[in-house]
């Protein structure tokens, strides 16, 4: 008995039990939190975290659920989160050559039927931003409140900060198409394509927006402040949150700040 008690104790030792280790959560990759949908053609796949309303994250162009990383733990305490992967992107894979953010928009929404969930607070980042916007435009009873960080209403240097959008004009003008050859590579460049030549959103149909709506995005981002603030002003009830000496990502690199903004923006103790 006292051997069996002895190698127990070692193997907590090991393993780091009592030592107050943080728990690293694999999102994306989490196949206790993680299940696929049937959406639309493809199987969607999706992690849920915690309880309470529904809020949906949405994230950007290649990216996955990981992209939340820094987010999800935070919300989970009062939300259920609802993170997905975009069709073409993370598991939930489509070998279609076609795609656009009203395509996705419509796989959200398709998403929520499946759960049950008949509305969804909604956050989303860079192209998850887009998506955001496009999801409460097309499917207005879908979303109670969005917050939308790092978003672009059309494709060009008007949008993008001009330095940026040249090395993608270098990218789509030097890339020989017949050199693509796997999966992989045919869809990177459906991924790109869809941010060269997408979106096409006229400022005003913003207006048709009507659940209230928090427009972020930093002062060094790589859409331009002033497209931002166009963004913010098109849409009836929206707030404006420009975050200082910050870039792209700015719920990466102000991740506290970040989640208790949007929380508090959500719950309604942040008003206008």
């Given amino acids: ?33 993680g299940k696929y949908y049937n959406i639309r053609g493809i199987r969607m796949y999706c992690e849920v975290y915690g309880s309470g309303k529904p809020l949906l994250m949405i994230h950007g162009n290649g990216g996955s659920i990981s992209a939340f990383r820094n987010n999800i733990g935070y919300f989970a305490g009062k939300y259920q989160v609802i993170a997905l992967d975009s069709r073409s992107q993370g598991k939930s894979v489509d070998p279609a050559d076609s795609l656009s953010f009203e395509m996705m928009a419509d796989d959200e929404a398709a998403l929520l039927d499946a759960m049950h969930i008949n509305s969804a607070y909604v956050l989303g980042w860079s192209d998850g931003g887009i998506n955001a916007l496009l999801l409460a435009m097309r499917h207005p009873g879908k979303v109670i409140k969005l917050a939308s960080t790092g978003a672009n209403l059309w494709p060009d240097s008007t949008a993008i900060v001009p330095d940026f959008w040249k090395g993608d004009k270098r990218h789509f003008e ?14 990177d460049w459906k991924l790109f394509l869809l941010d060269w030549y997408q979106p096409n959103v006229p400022l005003k149909t913003l207006q048709s927006i009507k659940c209230p709506s928090l427009i972020i995005g ?3 981002d790589l859409i331009r402040v002033e497209h931002t603030v166009q963004i913010f002003q098109s849409i009836p009830h929206a707030n404006l949150w420009i975050l200082p000496n910050s870039c792209h990502s700015t719920l990466i690199d102000y991740a506290d700040e970040f989640n208790r903004t949007v929380d508090a923006f959500f719950s309604g103790a942040l008003k206008k």
């Fill in 218 to 220: 930093g002062d060094h």
């Fill in 174 to 187: 030097t890339m020989d198409a017949s050199k693509i050859k796997t999966t992989r590579e045919k869809n």
């Fill in 1 to 33: 008995m006292k051997s069996v008690l002895s190698m127990v104790l070692l193997l907590l030792a090991m393993t780091g039990y009592g030592q107050n280790q943080p728990t690293i959560v694999p999102y994306g990759n989490n196949e206790v939190a």
